[in-house]
């Protein structure tokens, strides 16, 4: 696959896309049920990759040459979380959701990966149409999703769902960037009649975590002809601790030290206030031969979580460094708050702090802080600081402050279209479907709790640092049609247009968030500590355009033999163009067992954000906090460093599986391969050194001195991503009841094939070993006349234990079981009542090893890459009112 820029080949390859026509589009207009036998036979597997749906999960489609997963409604509801993803983690054991206890940004939109792959290769539909991004990049992601910048699902509640389907193969050809690792559709209800009210209550064992969700559904008649099916969901979440003292803050407060709080720092899930969506789907028969639709959605929510503890004894830049003088004793570095008193170096004044810290020449007119044996400042030297026109933050909070960061999402979408069949002329009997879509997602920032230590004991300690917007635009044509070739049943050929706009926006924050204080030049930190504001030279908004032409063929050749292929042309007004293509087959060896296979190629385009976007963060290095910029990867210090601008991934698939069905035994098995090249992320932290910035100091850049690390995004390392999908259900009439087995298995395995040191020992590591190879989930769903039970055993399999990234702290982590359980009660036909666990054993995460310095420096009690989460058991009451 190349890209290129020649205009001629675009349009020489546009022209032959679109004179084959049509798209494989599922949910669009080959979605449609068709009543005649003739048109169920050309649009056969197309219908069912949109709309078949089973209560029982996970579960695959036998007649897909492609594995696809149906969840319909109902089983989503049998579970105690609230969140979209944690729902999809329990049905589809390829799908590792990480509950980022401290992340930054990837806490207020939480990534998921999609076999071993980040969030942003998973191309999510809604209603088979493409859903916009997240303006939330993850900056802190984990190791895998470090930079990914995916779609928003917590936003899609689970009452407003007739089904998702999640199509486990590379659709690049069919759907363009993204689809590298698969296809989440979630389908909405269409019902026009009817709906359910839902409420639900629950916390974990621990006590914390309290959660309230009120959920509604209702179907209405849209004329005679039509339906408008509204949901809605409102929730809270109490936020968790998961933590123990740190051992710096323990010492301080029995050294005496003031303001120590009982745990400084909190690991665990953030607090989530007023979190409302709102989604509509309506639909209305136009003629016999055409219908009307709409769908979209409002969210929003607020979101509020923990960071990193500032120690008053060793944190640079706001309490100053720590120094030794002539004696070898430790001192600290105050403040001047009387430039004017600056003077020269005199031998005989050892109060005078003289040479460099923090890469500043300052001679400072300041008595030195001494420091005692446990660390803390001597009480007296504080105290002298007023009287020399100095100050130290050791007066004003002198137990440390732990930063809060949080932020107000909002998300929004609408979708309109027609659709129907042709009547007439020489497309007469061929289905049509045109769109246009809208989606936005904004990310306002929030710190509390903080400063900026440059403004010195004027700086507030709540900051707004500015915002993040994304704007996506949609519009498809799509055409599907049979011919009769004399095969089997009819060749359908299905193609079309689209085209599509993103454009990312960075809204500059208020002022006291970014600005250089009078006491920059002394060393301290610019900008809101933890999460500096985005200056007005970092705001901006950036646009990219792209088109695609596409074609899908699908060929009956026998009642047994079915052949698929797929071409996309795609052109962007950035890097230039591509082609990609998937080839797809399945045969019924006999009438119970038929095989099936794909190939194809793909590719994930760079997003707005990834390419533009800059950003400061407070990093952990060596077990220090510091400074770390990230920033465009043509930005002068990321090119200094070997950053170039960014191009898109490219990927190579195949998949090879069978079917297997017996009587009410139903059983897949798929292996699949992923080679992605330049596979897209941020950067190892790189330090700078002294050197660096001074030259850059003389290029013009600002604000050089005050970082201690940059990273930017960059196509640095190839990947080989492998792995086995086994599904199997089993139904049968057991103890006076129905009863439903279902088993699901995974093992999954990423090694990366090209890296350098960009990309870092420590990431690779991450990359291959964070998840866990093997996942399996083993539910039992049991149906009675007043009764029903749901039962699910889920298997993770050992992972890389990691904690605050960094490498030290690594290890193999255990092997684990977690149970989860829901009872419903059917009061009558319209109430129940349920009650419910997750985790029902309270299977703890690894814990650290303790013994093994520094795991313990930080207060945390689990590795947090535990893919079940550090949270523990959760319980949950459930009422429900169907009408």
């Not at 207009?29 to 990759?49: F, H």
């Not at 917590?154 to 193969?169: G, M, N, Y």
């Not at 400072?364 to 802080?369: E, I, N, Q």
């Not at 191009?647 to 897949?668: C, H, I, K, R, W």
């Amino acid at each position: 696959m190349k890209f290129k820029s020649n205009a001629l080949q675009h349009a020489v390859k546009f022209a032959l896309a679109t004179t084959t026509a049509g798209l494989f589009m599922s949910g669009s207009v080959m979605a449609a049920e068709a009543d005649q036998s003739e048109k169920t036979k050309v649009n056969k597997n197309v219908e069912k990759i949109a709309v078949v749906g089973t209560r029982s999960a996970p579960r695959s489609i036998g007649d897909s040459p492609v594995p696809i997963d149906i969840i319909g409604g109902e089983e989503l509801g049998k579970s105690g979380n609230t969140d979209m993803l944690e729902l999809l983690k329990g049905a589809i054991p390829s799908l590792n959701v990480h509950s980022m206890p401290i992340s930054d940004a990837a806490s207020l939109v939480r990534p998921a990966n999609l076999r071993g792959l980040p969030s942003d290769s998973t191309l999510i539909l809604l209603n088979g149409k493409r859903r916009h991004r997240a303006s939330v990049i993850a900056f802190l992601g984990g190791g895998i999703n470090d930079g990914a910048q995916g779609a928003d699902i917590s936003v899609i509640p689970s009452i407003a769902l007739k089904q998702v389907e999640v199509l486990r193969d590379g659709a690049a050809a069919q759907y363009g960037s993204d689809a590298i690792a698969g296809v989440m559709n979630f389908v909405l209800k269409d019902a026009s009649e009817g709906g359910s009210l839902e409420v639900r209550k629950g916390q974990y064992y621990e006590g914390d975590g309290d959660t309230t969700q009120v959920s509604g559904n209702i179907g209405l008649p849209f004329t005679d002809n039509g339906f408008a099916n509204l949901s809605f969901q409102y929730k809270t979440s109490d936020a968790t601790s998961r933590s123990v003292q740190r051992p710096d803050a323990a010492a301080l407060a029995v050294a005496g030290v003031q303001g120590i709080a009982p745990l400084t720092q909190v690991w665990g899930a953030p607090e989530v206030n007023d979190d409302i969506s709102i989604f509509g789907n309506v639909g209305l028969e136009l003629t016999n031969d055409s219908e009307f639709y709409m769908f979209g959605n409002y969210s929003e929510r607020d979101v509020r979580g923990g960071f990193y503890y500032r120690n008053p004894t060793t944190r640079p830049g706001v309490y100053g460094g720590t120094i030794r003088d002539v004696n070898g004793t430790n001192m600290r570095r105050p403040g001047d708050d009387n430039p004017e008193g600056q003077k020269a170096w005199d031998a005989a004044t050892p109060t005078v702090l003289v040479g460099s810290l923090d890469g500043y020449d300052q001679q400072l007119a300041c008595p030195l802080v001494e420091l005692q044996e446990n660390g803390a400042p001597d009480q007296a030297a504080i105290d002298s600081l007023t009287a020399a026109n100095c100050f130290a933050f050791n007066e004003t909070i002198p137990g440390g402050f732990t930063p809060n960061f949080g932020g107000n999402i909002t998300d929004t979408s609408l979708t309109i279209g027609t659709k129907g069949e042709f009547t007439g002329g020489y497309l007469e009997g061929a289905f049509y479907d045109l769109s246009g879509t809208v989606g936005f997602n904004e990310s306002r920032y929030f710190i509390y709790d903080t400063l900026n230590a440059s403004l010195g004991l004027d700086s507030p300690r709540d900051f707004s640092p500015g915002k993040y917007t994304q704007l996506e635009k949609n519009f498809n044509f799509d055409l599907s049609k049979g011919f009769d070739f004399g095969l089997a049943y009819d060749l359908n050929v299905a193609g079309g247009l689209e085209w599509h706009e993103e454009t990312f926006t960075v809204t500059s924050g208020d002022v006291a968030s970014f600005t250089a204080g009078p006491y920059t030049d002394q060393g301290f930190g610019i900008g809101s500590n933890g999460f500096p504001g985005f200056k007005p030279s970092d705001a901006g908004e950036y646009t990219r355009r792209n088109y695609a032409a596409y074609v899908d063929l699908e060929a009956p050749f026998t009642e047994d033999f079915l052949m698929g292929l797929a071409l996309r042309y795609e052109d962007y007004d950035s890097f230039g163009s591509t082609t990609n293509y998937k080839l797809t087959a399945q045969y019924h060896v006999t009438e119970d067992l038929n095989i099936r296979g794909s190939i194809s190629s793909g590719f994930r385009a760079p997003t707005v954000g990834q390419a533009n976007v800059s950003n400061v963060q407070t990093n952990l290095s060596s077990g220090v906090l510091v400074d770390s910029a990230l920033l465009p990867p043509t930005n002068p210090i990321a090119i200094l460093k070997g950053g170039t601008e960014l191009q898109p991934e490219e990927s190579n698939s195949y998949t090879f599986g069978a079917v297997y069905t017996m009587g009410d035994l139903f059983f897949t098995v798929d292996y699949y391969n992923i080679k992605v090249d330049d596979r897209i992320s941020q950067s190892e932290k790189i330090e700078l050194s002294q050197a660096d910035k001074d030259v850059l100091d003389a290029a013009g850049v600002p604000n050089v001195q005050s970082l201690a690390q940059v990273s930017f995004f960059t196509n640095d390392f190839d990947t080989t991503t492998q792995g086995i999908d086994l599904v199997a259900n089993y139904s049968a009439d057991l103890l006076n009841g129905s009863s439903t087995f279902s088993l699901a298995y995974n093992w999954n395995e990423t090694e990366v094939t090209r890296s350098s040191d960009i990309t870092g020992a420590f990431k690779v590591s991450r990359l291959e070993n964070d998840l866990p190879n093997h996942r399996a989930t083993l539910s039992w769903a049991q149906q009675w006349e007043s009764f029903s039970a749901f039962t699910r055993l889920n298997y993770f399999g050992e992972y890389q234990g990691v904690h605050v990234d960094y490498d030290a702290t690594a290890k193999t982590a255990d092997a684990a079981v977690t149970l989860d359980a829901e009872v419903t009660y059917f009061v009558n036909d319209s109430i129940s009542l349920s009650v419910g666990a997750q985790n029902l054993l309270d299977q703890d995460a690894e814990e650290l090893d303790f013994t093994a310095a520094p795991n313990n420096n930080w207060g945390g009690k689990y590795y947090e890459t535990s893919p079940f989460g550090i949270n523990g058991g959760f319980y949950y009451v459930k009422a429900t009112y169907t009408f």
